[in-house]
């Protein structure tokens, strides 16, 4: 059985804000609303400089090992520290259990 860490080790809080798309004059346009602040364990797995347009972009990797929450989907957004994350993929439901969930987030900042 999966035992990602002690329970007293999920205190970094995140804010969820839920994605919703709408279209505004034949152009889609995303909008969050805040969905409630969870609690967790933040990994940071790596950091990557990327060259786009001819500005240099950091891309970072974390992770987010918390309670499972079956409405935290793909693109949407955590704030955790006043630093917006974006959900990469569905969230891993561990072992199918519905009790932990490993969601993998990307922050990507850029424009030096």
Not at 53 to 79: Q, R
Request: aromatic share 8%.
């Amino acid at each position: 059985m999966y035992k990602p860490a002690n329970i007293r080790e999920f205190v970094t809080p995140a804010v969820h804000k839920k994605a919703a798309s709408k279209t505004v004059n034949g152009r889609v346009k995303k909008t969050y609303t805040e969905a409630g602040t969870i609690r967790g364990k933040f990994k940071q797995k790596g950091t990557a400089e990327i060259i786009a347009n001819g500005l240099t972009v950091t891309n970072e990797k974390t992770s987010f090992i918390t309670w499972f929450k079956a409405d935290v989907s793909a693109a949407d957004i955590l704030t955790i520290n006043g630093i917006d994350f974006e959900v990469k993929g569905t969230p891993e439901n561990v072992e199918m259990r519905g009790r932990y969930m490993i969601v993998t987030l990307e922050r990507i900042g850029g424009g030096a």
